[in-house]
């Protein structure tokens, strides 16, 4: 079964920056199809970056040119580097498969204010 265990969130102001840590442990089917997700109060959750594939990338509209996710494939790990954070970006965010297909982290909560 596998385990994801999402980490480095916190409070910072507008402008500031975060990377945030998705450990999986068990066996997953490909470290380079994770992706990480967030889900802000009284909205769905949303993909807002992913690994496609051997090198590519895929992000949100509203991330792009601030996230980038990375991965260490020894570590079996998934980064998420966030840069010029923006109050909107305030949520609990989650790393999970292309699609969703392991059981949820407890999820790791960003927040963006001054």
């Known amino acids: 079964q596998v385990q994801l265990v999402e980490s480095g969130g916190g409070l910072v102001q507008p402008g500031g920056s975060l990377r945030l840590s998705c450990a999986a442990s068990g066996t997953i089917f490909s470290i380079n199809t994770m992706a990480w997700y967030r889900q802000a109060p009284g909205k769905q959750r949303e993909q807002v970056a992913a690994l496609i594939g051997g090198h590519g990338t895929q992000y949100a509209d509203s991330v792009k040119g601030r996230f980038t996710i990375s991965r260490d494939n020894a570590k079996t790990a998934v980064f998420l580097q966030m840069n010029s954070l923006k109050p909107e970006d305030t949520a609990m965010y989650y790393c999970?498969?292309?699609?969703?297909?392991?059981?949820w982290g407890q999820g790791t909560q960003v927040t963006v204010s001054s």
């Open positions: 999970n498969g292309i699609p969703p297909i392991y059981h």
